[in-house]
């Protein structure tokens, strides 16, 4: 059992991976919001999300927030008018919550930017062994 919040498994697309699809589709929220594409690791000790939000300045169109165990990355893209041609890119607004796992030490969250890809890490305390085992005693 992974202790990755945001981790899938498996051959069946998760929700949200649904949800995605749909949206583009043109079936999704009307809203504008779109979902945003994260992978999760543990890594020396962190849980590393990274998100892919390319072309959006760090400073200004991207949040990053933590209330109580829940990780928010929100971001804005703003749509430059060019009507040459079609464009298959995103505008708008988009947003991914997770739930970080336990032992994260949410007053250490570390964020930066390169290349198009937001990388937050959270160090997370090493979680006890393996669960204790407990002798069952018997009444005669």
């Given amino acids: 059992?992974?202790?990755l919040p945001a981790h899938r498994q498996g051959l069946v697309p998760d929700f949200n991976t649904?949800?995605?699809v749909l949206a583009h589709?043109?079936?999704g929220s009307s809203t504008g919001t779109h979902l945003l594409a994260v992978e999760d690791s543990i890594e020396n000790g962190r849980y590393v999300v990274r998100a892919e939000?390319?072309?959006?300045d760090p400073d200004k169109d991207v949040e990053v927030s933590v209330q109580g165990r829940q990780l928010t990355i929100?971001?804005?893209?703003s749509e430059?008018?060019?009507s040459k041609g079609r464009s298959e890119f995103t505008y708008g607004?988009?947003?991914?919550?997770?739930?970080?796992?336990?032992?994260?030490?949410a007053d250490s969250v570390e964020a930066s930017y390169s290349k198009g890809i937001l990388t937050v890490s959270v160090p997370v305390a090493e979680s006890e062994a393996a669960a204790k085992?407990?002798?069952v005693k018997t009444e005669d």
């Fill in 25 to 27: 589709a043109g079936l």
């Fill in 80 to 82: 430059q008018h060019q």
């Fill in 74 to 77: 929100k971001a804005e893209r």
């Fill in 18 to 20: 649904l949800w995605h």
């Fill in 93 to 105: 607004s988009f947003y991914r919550s997770v739930s970080l796992p336990q032992g994260a030490d």
């Fill in 1 to 3: 059992m992974s202790i």
């Fill in 53 to 56: 939000i390319p072309g959006v």
């Fill in 133 to 135: 085992k407990i002798e």
